[in-house]
């Protein structure tokens, strides 16, 4: 007599279950009944295939693999929709012709025997292997500085060594997409250095791009850079995210706090203009000159417009502070328009310890979303940018630009503006060039909320123009159990880099 068993493989997808079958009875007994394979992983990828390996399944006499980039094509009941292989005799598969992108492949293996069938019990993720990095240089010898080209990729790879079989003194430095070039810290000047890149796609990596050699012909200088809109004090009383917004003199302790705990030799302020106390006008005192009593002598404010103690004075809400024991002010300071009421302030630092130069500038960009603000926050980078260029290029001064540019990058890459703009001009987005990254799930803008936000959206940025290094760059704030205790300083929390600057 001969009965036939149906056994559940419940698939991990919506709760659906693929059905095997395996004949048994007196002459096959329970040796017959079909498993499902197990352990499938990811054995090779390229641009446009997956192939992926599988331990064997009992009694199976063939396999398949099924891939789609939407995960529900690889349910059961939806597997026409997907791509398969062809029937294999070994646990060991390749789908092909599949269009690259960066987003996810999904993947599950089937094993056979006969008209039935068992799945694998779990929907796998894959990425398909990106092209390697193109048009590879080590441009300047003073300063050195990496730039490529790719496709879409999720990051890349910088490999460093100091001979040109990229084999002693090795190291390596991730990059985060969206960014085309890096500058490396710690090079000792005089050496040689030769340097490679690979493209990431997640978890798949390209093959390398052509080595390139840089003699480097400059030292490095230390510079710790924050960024902090410190909120107008005119918005006291003001509503955001249902709570009250206190006085700048109640918010000022915890600003002056976080500064102080992160020890920045320039601080890029922006929303300080207000007037604290009286008079209001000429003769009256600015919120940016409260703060910088606040913090001691040991910052000093550059002057980069009129004060209210002189006729004719003006404020455009945008300030440089800088630790004076470390850093001296040029000749070089003063403010530019953007346009759209909006200024950036910049300065012209020489480090008292070395003979670095750098162009540090303040900015705040015009508010709004859509494509539209969008575009005039762009025309406004792109002003930032020729004004910077036309004050540093003549003199070679590396440049740091920060400030609140009012664009989430993470949130929406169609619009982002003015990272569109600084990635034309090779400047650097910190965030993506760090190697360290600290609170940088925290959003940099937190709305006055207690429990601030935390999905990576940042409006606050430190850029760092072609030959700045970057080692690390962190969301200050201080939490308690995961909320803001007290007072909120301000609606944003301020962003710090470790930064190396070339002389």
């Not at 329970?30 to 990811?42: D, G, W």
């Not at 063939?62 to 690889?74: A, C, Q």
Request: glycine share 10%; aromatic share 8%.
């Amino acid at each position: 007599m001969r009965r036939t068993i149906r056994m559940a493989v419940v698939a991990a997808a919506g709760g659906l279950l693929a059905t095997a079958s395996a004949v048994t009875g007196p002459a096959a007994g329970a040796s017959l009944r079909l498993s499902a394979p197990t352990r499938a992983h990811v054995v090779a990828t390229s641009g446009t295939s997956i192939t992926v390996s599988a331990r064997s399944a009992r009694n199976a006499t063939g396999y398949r693999l099924y891939v789609s980039s939407r995960r529900s094509d690889v349910y059961v009941a939806n597997l026409r929709r997907a791509r398969a292989s062809s029937l294999r005799h070994t646990a060991r598969m390749t789908v092909g012709g599949l269009r690259y992108a960066t987003a996810a492949y999904y993947y599950r293996v089937a094993a056979f025997r006969g008209a039935h069938r068992a799945f694998d019990a779990t929907i796998h993720t894959a990425y398909l292997r990106p092209g390697a990095p193109g048009g590879a240089r080590a441009s300047g010898s003073a300063p050195t500085y990496l730039t490529w080209t790719a496709g879409p990729v999720t990051g890349y790879r910088i490999e460093q060594a100091t001979n040109a079989a990229m084999t002693t003194g090795r190291r390596a430095y991730t990059v985060r997409s969206l960014a085309n070039q890096l500058t490396p810290y710690g090079l000792a000047k005089g050496r040689t250095y030769w340097f490679r890149v690979r493209a990431l796609n997640h978890s798949a990596v390209s093959g390398p791009s052509a080595t390139v050699r840089a003699v480097i012909s400059t030292s490095q200088q230390a510079l710790r850079v924050m960024t902090y809109n410190v909120l107008e004090g005119s918005s006291a009383g003001q509503v955001e995210s249902g709570r009250r917004i206190p006085s700048w003199a109640a918010r000022r302790a915890g600003v002056v706090g976080l500064i102080r705990g992160s020890n920045p030799d320039v601080l890029a302020v922006q929303e300080a203009a207000a007037w604290v106390g009286q008079p209001q006008g000429y003769g009256g005192r600015r919120q940016v000159d409260d703060l910088t009593a606040a913090l001691g002598g040991g910052y000093a404010l550059a002057a980069t417009e009129i004060p209210p103690s002189v006729h004719k004075y003006r404020r455009t809400g945008n300030y440089l502070l800088y630790k004076s024991s470390a850093w001296s002010p040029t000749s070089t300071p003063g403010h530019w328009d953007l346009g759209d009421g909006k200024w950036a302030a910049y300065q012209v630092l020489r480090s008292r310890s070395s003979t670095a130069r750098v162009l540090v500038v303040s900015a705040h960009l015009a508010i709004g979303t859509g494509a539209a603000n969008d575009a005039i926050r762009q025309r406004e980078t792109n002003r930032l940018l020729a004004d910077a260029a036309a004050l540093a290029g003549p003199a070679h001064l590396p440049v740091v630009y920060a400030g609140d540019f009012n664009s989430d990058v993470n949130r929406n890459h169609a619009f982002d503006g003015p990272g569109r703009a600084m990635r034309a001009a090779r400047v650097a987005d910190a965030e993506k060039v760090a190697q360290t990254l600290l609170n940088s799930q925290y959003n940099s803008a937190n709305l006055y909320l207690t429990t601030p936000p935390a999905v990576d959206q940042s409006i606050d940025y430190v850029y760092a123009g072609a030959g700045v290094a970057v080692a690390s760059r962190a969301v200050v704030l201080r939490l308690t159990g995961g909320r803001f205790a007290g007072v909120i300083p301000s609606d944003h929390n301020p962003v710090l880099a470790q930064m190396y600057v070339p002389y």
